[in-house]
């Protein structure tokens, strides 16, 4: 009933492209952009720092790669990689730069991490779907080895471990074990949001079309113009971008200390695309729909059986939530490939005719 | 169909496009086999000939998607056969596609905004704020893929997903993309291959539109012989790869091997 365009004219081609053309969705994304930020006034320490700092940081991953796969349909594997090399890349430009500011870093590990994903992007030229996804494999199991073996890489630390070191912004500490919860939550919150929205407006203009015209059906895009290798490069370089600086932002204001292991396949690169398939490809909503998804099943199996007088065993639950990432996955794989995205919106198409269908 | 279509808007201009003794083999299939001729600026050029006479395949040759293994293609003075196929679009060379290749999980809109792609310059900085002078920008293209919407009277399906829309308007939208890139020269393969009677006549009517408006040269591939008779100036016609005749459409019609080969035997 209040949810309707009716009454809502657009006078211009502007309006009529903007990201919300609906008064009410506009008024709800940043209703919901306002309760993230004021979240840390009564969330506690647990829920911040083990769950919704991890939250931001998938998302601003899983938004990486759905530009990469949801829009410009190259597949990769290699997300974890990418991450790590943003993670490490900032860690040495920390460390071995005296007063580098941390932001500064952290987008200038984007800057190299889409560098290397330029440089395993070039085979995309030649080879598609399966074959691709083989070789961000090779790129996942590569980059991960040479950073474990290559001692430059962790500043020779014996037990190979990079720890981010303490910096502030504004004079708040933002990284590092001494910064507060609070303070991390907010620099990650405040990344997702500027490049979520960066993310948007990129999809709804020239290059976001080009990356779906290959997408879509490679030949004609070509014959009208646009270059196939450019084109998936740039995707490469923009969706690793946005995984370096997630990839910075979970070592330097989640885990504040890593390995190589926190991003192998299992830990994230399989996670993430879970992530984007639940939430939609193609969907920069989705992608962090998706996100939160994945992060808050296992929690929620962990408390609410409990709640309604239900205990079942930890091992359990790990299958349960293993058998139902799956069922899922299957679901949106087969009949619904874009998404919880596409759910909503069906919900909405519907609710904006509600209660008189025709 | 309209009557009596004649040049009489539109001079037919000099040759802009030469093709000269063009041969393209499949491995024992010879899909071209020695063929020449030229394109005049603002004419329309039918090429005509039985189901697998290298109709499609000339025109993968002109724009650059298929390489022949002899001869060569001029097109305003440069080198076409050997080039790659995005130039093609660079050099104002538009086409549709017998099978068609919209973007399918794109809107009509959306679709047609990407023929304008190649116009568009702003770079990837202002692209990513949206703002200044790359939302200029994507107003004033937006207001050129209105125009052809306008043209094409496809207004109501602007939002759709070409996916779901009905074959006949999937082949207009087609040729929306196409003429959104304003091109010189337009190259459409079959575009009223599975209408029905009134669709075509839309499509015909489209067709003689931007070449009288814009002075688009095109290039037709057609089965249907009443169309192909009505609307264009030359036709040429193909047999098993080779070039069997080429003149107006009264010369043609008239040419014997033609009759042999092709109208007297297939009328469908
Ligand atoms: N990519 C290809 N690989 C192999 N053979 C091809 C290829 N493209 C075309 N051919 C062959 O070349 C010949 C000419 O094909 P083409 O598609 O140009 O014919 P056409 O005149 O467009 O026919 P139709 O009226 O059926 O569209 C056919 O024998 C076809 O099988
Ligand atoms: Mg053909």
Redesign the interface.
């Known amino acids: 009933m209040f949810y309707r365009e009716a009454g809502q004219f657009k006078t ?3 309006d009529d ?1 903007a990201i919300f053309p609906i008064l009410q969705d506009k008024v709800a994304v940043l209703a919901l952009v306002a309760f993230a930020y004021v979240i840390p006034f009564f969330a506690n320490e647990y829920w911040l720092q083990a769950i919704l700092i991890q939250f931001l940081v998938f998302a601003l991953a899983a938004i990486g790669l759905n530009l990469l796969m949801g829009y410009a349909g190259q597949v990769s594997l290699g997300t974890g990689a990418f991450m790590a090399v943003g993670g490490y890349a900032c860690y040495k430009l920390t460390t071995n730069i005296e007063g580098m500011n941390v932001i500064v870093a952290i987008l200038l590990s984007g800057g190299i991490t889409a560098a290397v994903g330029i440089l395993f992007g070039l085979p995309s030229l030649r080879i598609k779907g399966f074959y691709l996804a083989v070789a961000t494999l090779a790129a996942q199991f590569f980059i991960l080895w040479l950073f474990n073996k290559v001692g430059w890489f962790v500043n020779d630390n014996p037990s190979g471990t990079v720890t981010a070191p303490p910096r502030e912004v504004f004079g708040v500490l933002v990284s590092g074990a001494q910064a507060t919860p609070e303070a991390r939550y907010w620099t990650c919150l405040t990344f997702l949001v500027i490049f979520a929205w ?1 993310a948007t ?2 999809v ?4 976001g ?2 990356w ?2 290959i ?3 490679d ?10 290798l450019r084109t998936k490069l ?1 995707a490469f370089a923009i969706s690793s971008f946005y995984c370096g600086v997630a990839g910075a932002l979970m070592v330097f204001c989640w885990l504040g200390s890593v390995e190589t292991e926190a991003f192998d396949l299992f830990n994230v690169s399989f996670p993430v695309l879970f992530m984007i398939i639940i939430g939609g490809l ?1 969907s920069i909503g989705g992608s962090i729909l998706g996100a939160a998804f994945i992060v808050l099943m296992p929690i929620f199996l962990v408390n609410f059986p409990p709640m309604i007088g239900i205990d079942i065993a930890t091992d359990f639950q790990k299958h349960i939530e293993e058998i139902i990432f799956g069922a899922l996955i299957i679901f949106f794989l087969i009949v619904e490939p874009e998404g919880f995205a596409r759910l909503w919106q069906i919900l909405r198409e519907k609710l904006r005719t509600w209660p008189f269908p025709y | 169909m309209p009557e009596g279509h004649t040049a009489q808007h539109r001079q037919v201009g000099d040759v802009i496009m030469k093709v000269e003794d063009v041969s393209l083999s499949f491995g024992g299939v010879r899909a071209l086999d020695n063929v020449s001729f030229d394109v005049r600026e603002h004419e329309i050029l039918a090429i005509i000939g039985p189901n697998g006479a290298g109709k499609s395949s000339m025109l993968n040759c002109i724009n650059g998607f298929y390489h022949p293994q002899e001869g060569s293609i001029y097109y305003k003075g440069n080198r076409r056969d050997t080039a790659k196929t995005f130039e093609a679009a660079e050099e104002g060379i538009a086409r549709t596609f017998q099978n068609i290749a919209l973007f399918k999980g794109m809107s009509t809109l959306d679709n047609i905004m990407t023929g304008r792609n190649l116009k568009m310059k702003k770079h990837l900085f202002w692209q990513a704020l949206y703002f200044g002078p790359a939302l200029k920008e994507e107003m004033e293209h937006r207001a050129k893929a209105e125009e052809v919407i306008d043209f094409l009277e496809i207004e109501a399906i602007r939002k759709t997903p070409v996916g779901r829309l009905p074959y006949g308007l999937q082949k207009r939208v087609e040729l929306g993309r196409a003429l959104a890139a304003e091109p010189d020269l337009l190259l459409l393969d079959e575009p009223m291959a599975g209408m029905n009677y009134e669709e075509k006549e839309d499509m015909v009517r489209y067709i003689l539109d931007v070449n009288d408006e814009f002075g688009t040269t095109i290039i037709l591939i057609e089965h249907d012989m009443s169309v192909v008779m009505d609307i264009s100036d030359r036709v040429i016609v193909l047999d098993y790869g080779k070039k069997l005749a080429e003149g107006t459409p009264d010369e043609v019609k008239g040419n014997q091997d033609v009759i042999d080969a092709y109208l007297g035997v297939s009328h469908d």
């Open positions: 211009s081609y502007q492209q960066i407006n990129l709804r203009g020239r290059i079309r080009s779906m015209a997408r879509d059906m030949i004609a895009a070509e014959i009208i113009g646009i270059r196939p740039t193609g």
